[in-house]
């Protein structure tokens, strides 16, 4: 056995059955897992990945480990660990992991650097912690490494800002930036499981309801457009003027913030950045507020700050606090701020995860293909194979399309036929 650190070793029978379903519903995954299990393009490559300990997330580790990977995983978010999973991942699959639902700050911490313990040569990220500890604490390890990959939005941005400031020292794949995760992933993923982790830790009924989204990026699109499907009243706030604009047009209302939480019976942030929400804001709010966020750290609205005010302070159910503020309001927070899809529900379906994480299996194998002529950088996959994994899932839906014919491209690719 492994040295892995999880909750509880009995957990592990029902984690392997909830891994076999998700299995079963992440076809391209499964194919490409097929192939590796025959080419072995990471034979020998040390991999270690900070990912949300999911049952998709543990399909990932399984196509990985085909492919000739040996690998080490711990959590991206100290809520988000299936425990029976992570046990499964220990126990049935050999795969070192390290993660216990709930674990606090100082063991997330020496969770991921368990991992870097492994001298991985491959990294991969969901919010860039990992990338982070590789270049600061564990600096000495860089020389060792072939590059990484990062599956969210907030890691982009973090990344992006280490190479801009000369910080960043090896190649990283922007997963996130395939088409065929954040279209799908982002929008319809998060769109769904959101509503799904509100509804599991408050049962409340959203037809009716004032339902506040922040940003209206992929995933308040989706989240936006979802929430409006089950009947509730949808209000955008924004800071862009064009994702305003799109918000409007798209037949949702939009106004500040202020504004916004003195009608809302529930806000939701999504938009990547912090103190959208700060304390001042939400003592303004309708009091019964629902107050949550489904953006991928914990500073989107300040939890915190509300907990240091409140006078009084209860958990009512998993995931669902009551605040008391000193002007005798109540403020409903859910899942302590972090993302709600997985401290409180399952976070995506598989089905998404699918092509997110084909993205991934990908993304290692570019790495090690293109090893030696990859400078520092932040890269995307390149098309074909964002468009092969687009392919392959249509196929899997039983989806044929059409075909541009020769007279066709050849029209497409000139100028001189015109009116
Ligand atoms: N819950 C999940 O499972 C999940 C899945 C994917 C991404 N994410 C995370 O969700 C967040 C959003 O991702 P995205 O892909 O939608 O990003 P995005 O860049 O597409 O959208 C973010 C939007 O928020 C807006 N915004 C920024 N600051 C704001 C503010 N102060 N008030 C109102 N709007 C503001 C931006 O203008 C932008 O339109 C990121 O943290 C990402 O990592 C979470």
Not at 5 to 13: R, S
Not at 227 to 255: C, S, W
Not at 274 to 301: M, R, W, Y
Not at 378 to 406: F, N, Q, R
Request: overall charge neutral.
């Amino acid at each position: 056995m492994n040295k892995s650190d999880i909750k509880d070793k009995k957990l592990a029978p029902a984690g392997n059955l909830r891994i076999e379903w998700a299995g079963s519903q992440m076809k391209v995954l499964s194919l490409l897992k097929e192939r590796f299990q025959k080419e072995k393009p990471l034979k020998g490559i040390t991999l270690g990945a900070c990912l949300h300990v999911t049952a998709e997330t543990a399909n990932l580790m399984i196509a990985l480990k085909a492919g000739g990977a040996n690998l080490a995983l711990c959590a991206s978010n100290p809520l988000s660990t299936q425990d029976d999973v992570a046990a499964s991942l220990a126990f049935d699959y050999d795969i070192p992991t390290f993660s216990i639902r709930g674990e606090d700050k100082k063991t997330y911490y020496e969770h991921l650097n368990t991992v870097l313990d492994f001298h991985p040569q491959i990294t991969m990220d969901d919010g860039a912690d990992l990338v982070t500890l590789l270049h600061t604490e564990r600096k000495n390890q860089l020389p060792g490494v072939i590059g990484s990959s990062e599956e969210t939005t907030t890691g982009i941005i973090r990344l992006r800002a280490m190479l801009k400031d000369g910080t960043l020292k090896i190649p990283v794949m922007a997963v996130n930036d395939s088409n065929t995760k954040h279209m799908f992933d982002n929008r319809y993923g998060t769109g769904q499981s959101t509503i799904d982790g509100i509804i599991r830790a408050t049962n409340v009924l959203l037809a009716g309801k004032k339902f506040v989204v922040c940003g209206y990026g992929w995933c308040g699109r989706g989240l936006a457009t979802r929430a409006r499907g089950m009947g509730a009243q949808v209000i955008v706030t924004e800071v862009d003027p064009l994702k305003a604009l799109e918000a409007i047009m798209d037949g949702f209302e939009v106004m500040p913030k202020g504004a916004a939480v003195k009608v809302a019976d529930i806000i939701c942030t999504a938009t990547g950045n912090k103190a959208v929400l700060s304390v001042a804001d939400l003592e303004n709010a309708k009091d019964g507020i629902i107050v949550s966020n489904t953006g991928h750290f914990n500073v989107e609205f300040d939890y915190d700050g509300l907990v240091k005010i409140a006078k009084r302070r209860r958990t009512l159910r998993n995931n669902l606090e009551e605040l008391i503020l000193t002007n005798g309001k109540k403020i409903f927070v859910l899942g302590e701020g972090r993302l709600i899809n997985l401290a409180s529900a399952e976070g995506h379906p598989p089905d998404v995860m699918d092509m997110s994480f084909a993205n991934q299996a990908l993304a290692a194998e570019y790495l090690v293909q293109n090893q030696n002529h990859l400078a520092v950088g932040v890269y995307t996959l390149p098309k074909e194979l964002d468009d092969m994994i687009a392919a392959l899932k249509l196929e899997s839906l039983g989806v044929k399309i059409d075909k541009l014919t020769p007279e066709q491209k050849k029209y497409l690719s000139s100028w001189n036929e015109g009116t």
